[in-house]
T-cell receptor, first 116, second 114 residues
Framework: AQSVAQPEDQVNVAEGNPLTVKCTYSVSGNPYLFWYVQYPNRGLQFLLK??????LVKGSYGFEAEFNKSQTSFHLKKPSALVSDSALYFC??????????????FGTGTRLLVSP | KAGVTQTPRYLIKTRGQQVTLSCSPISGHRSVSWYQQTPGQGLQFLFEYFSETQRNKGNFPGRFSGRQFSNSRSEMNVSTLELGDSALYLC?????????????FGPGTRLTVL
């Protein structure tokens, strides 16, 4: 079955330091990978996606993610964290449902806490 | 462009009742998907509609149903509510629901079943 794993429930980082939120995937065929962020009492906001091509994907709000096929990973990164980046982050993989169209399978989420 | 809108934002129901949630996709988007988010189960796919047809369905009981209208607006219905149906219900839209399409999410409807 297609799946993604987020091994850390929470990541703590000081403001101004680089951050990494980890994601590994298990898919058959080409992986279509997404990162979303959720703020309290809000829906999910799209950050970035990997479909094909460059292994380093740049997204919204200064975030980027590195696709690594040999390690089956798609880690989210930011060079300098902001307190306002504190939120819940979800990694997801787009899979073909039983009729061939997309559904997203999500990881369990990682809470990012950026301290001042 | 306006984002995905969902109504109502909050809902309180009692066991046994039924509920209907509404979702308006981004203009021009024809695919609408629904997800349930709970602390215990995380984010789970419910179903996806395109051109008024359900194309994908997740592993939920038949009490969960949905439909899509000709203007791509979608509704989901939960009948005979159970306590475990308390959740945040998220709607997402994409251009065509292709495997590489980006899904854009609405703010969700928070359903509480008492």
């Amino acid at each position: 079955a297609q799946s993604v794993a987020q091994p850390e429930d929470q990541v703590n980082v000081a403001e101004g330091n680089p951050l990494t939120v980890k994601c590994t995937y298990s898919v058959s065929g080409n992986p279509y990978l997404f990162w979303y962020v959720q703020y309290p009492n809000r829906g999910l906001q799209f950050l970035l996606k990997y479909i094909t091509g460059d292994n380093l994907v740049k997204g919204s709000y200064g975030f980027e993610a590195e696709f690594n096929k040999s390690q089956t990973s798609f880690h989210l990164k930011k060079p300098s964290a902001l307190v306002s980046d504190s939120a819940l982050y979800f990694c997801a993989v787009g899979v073909r449902g039983n009729t061939g169209f997309q559904k997203l399978v999500f990881g369990t989420g990682t809470r990012l806490l950026v301290s001042p | 462009k306006a984002g995905v809108t969902q109504t109502p934002r909050y809902l309180i129901k009692t066991r046994g009742q039924q509920v209907t949630l509404s979702c308006s996709p981004i203009s021009g988007h024809r695919s609408v998907s629904w997800y349930q988010q709970t602390p215990g189960q995380g984010l789970q796919f419910l179903f996806e509609y395109f051109s008024e047809t359900q194309r994908n369905k997740g592993n939920f009981p038949g009490r969960f149903s949905g439909r899509q209208f000709s203007n791509s607006r979608s509704e989901m219905n939960v009948s005979t509510l159970e306590l475990g149906d308390s959740a945040l219900y998220l709607c997402a839209s994409s251009a065509a629901g292709g495997t590489t399409d980006t899904q854009y999410f609405g703010p969700g409807t928070r359903l509480t079943v008492l």
